[in-house]
């Protein structure tokens, strides 16, 4: 599991070249919800919503504080990427703004 640009991928080692790995999963950070199971806190559930479904998957740790801090860092990752999804957006109207001024302007 790897997070790469605001995308949470899964994959796994590719078993002829060990250079390369197989992407399995990817899912946005902005459609994952991320919960601690109640019934076992070392479980971590991931519910991803993405086009109309909602699909889960679970994450087997082996200890508690680990679950923990997984959880407190993936949801700090998603908070990073609405911000950074957001700025991107912002600049992108002020650069058409800016675009439409200087058009209009001359």
């Given amino acids: 599991m ?4 605001n995308y949470l991928v899964f994959c796994l080692p590719d078993s002829n070249r060990p250079e390369y790995a197989i992407v399995k999963n990817k899912y946005a950070l902005r459609h994952i919800e991320v919960q601690i199971d109640r019934g076992d806190p070392r479980v971590l559930n991931l519910l991803v919503k993405e086009k109309n479904t909602i699909s889960e998957q ?22 990073n990427s609405k911000n950074t999804e957001f700025i991107l957006l912002v600049s992108y109207f002020d650069e058409l703004l ?9």
């Fill in 58 to 79: 679970s994450i087997y740790l082996d200890d508690i504080n680990k679950a923990n801090t997984l959880k407190k860092q993936l949801e700090e990752h998603k908070k």
């Fill in 98 to 106: 800016n675009k439409f001024n200087l058009d209009y302007n001359i």
């Fill in 2 to 5: 790897c997070i790469d640009q």
